[in-house]
């Protein structure tokens, strides 16, 4: 060999260097094929929201796919770094700089293909899961939903947002108004959100719903629960000064016999005033009116 043939650093001779490629993807291998297990059967269950409704099985499925997906791609990062740090570093050596790399047709070619293909298949599991039985998730549907329940015939119950409170009106007690949440197990609930004053936003967190709150609109959202409980609500859309102190912790679900005893108690408690609210609609105006224009 010529004396002036280049050497690697901490190596004898070209002949010698490793394929530095195939050893990251090794290592990368073998690490994603422990970690992503773990990950989605291990990880997966205990993701929010839970499974206290449909709905929320359905969010907490997709989170633990998406959570399966990032995996390998976050572990190709920390191992293709560490990797790097320790045998690519300067180690004092004399010599002149390696060549310029001019990029790899390959290598941009499978980065696109994979990148695609995961955010293809992200975007259709979603469509077909939000169309399929886990209807009513996510940020409410507006007033006419694409998606309903198939043979479902569920409980309204509007959802009334103002600085900084939550109410609740069940039309189908006579427009009762409370203001806490309650509302049976194993029946589709029909939640129509809106607000009377600025935008807020109702999170129900165990149910896996959250809903904008919009003056004079009417936003749709079902849920399923299977199970009682105690669940809690939040303001999820800064709305002013106390918006920290927009929840309520005492929502739940009940049985279907208690959810009858409760809304008895509630008409008797709240019946003397129940018929100066105003009439039962979908939305609502602040007054006065004509300041909007």
Not at 62 to 69: F, S, V, Y
Not at 160 to 182: C, H, M
Request: hydrophobic share 40%.
């Amino acid at each position: 060999m010529s004396s002036d043939e280049p050497t690697s650093p901490g190596s004898g001779s070209p002949a010698s260097e490793p394929n530095h490629g195939r050893r990251i993807a090794v290592i990368w291998f073998v690490l994603a094929a422990v970690a992503t297990p773990i990950v989605v059967l291990v990880w997966g269950p205990h993701l929010p929201p839970g499974d206290a409704t449909l709905q929320a099985q359905h969010q907490q499925e997709i989170n633990a796919i998406l959570a399966g997906i990032v995996t390998p791609v976050v572990l190709a990062i920390i191992v293709y770094a560490i990797y790097t740090l320790i045998v690519f570093r300067d180690r004092g050596e004399p010599g002149p700089d390696g060549p310029p790399i001019r990029g790899d047709r390959r290598i941009a070619t499978a980065w696109i293909v994979f990148t695609a293909a995961v955010v293809v298949f992200v975007v259709s599991y979603g469509t077909y899961d939000w169309l399929g039985p886990g209807v009513g998730s996510g940020s409410g549907q507006g007033p006419d939903p694409i998606a309903r329940p198939d043979g479902a015939k569920p409980l309204e119950v509007q959802v009334i947002a103002q600085q900084w409170q939550f109410t609740f009106r069940y039309p189908s007690y006579g427009g009762l108004e409370t203001q806490d949440l309650v509302i049976p197990d194993s029946r589709y609930i029909e939640f129509h959100v809106t607000s009377l004053d600025v935008i807020h936003s109702f999170w129900a967190v165990e149910l896996g719903v959250k809903a904008d709150a919009v003056p004079g609109a009417d936003n749709v959202v079902f849920v399923l629960p299977d199970r009682t409980g105690p669940f809690q609500i939040r303001c999820a859309e800064l709305c002013g000064l106390w918006h920290g102190q927009m929840y309520q912790l005492t929502a739940r679900v009940e049985t279907e016999a208690g959810f009858r005893t409760w809304i008895a108690e509630q008409e008797q408690l709240f019946g003397d005033v129940t018929r100066y609210l105003p009439p039962y609609a979908h939305v609502y105006y602040p007054q006065p009116e004509y300041r909007a224009g």
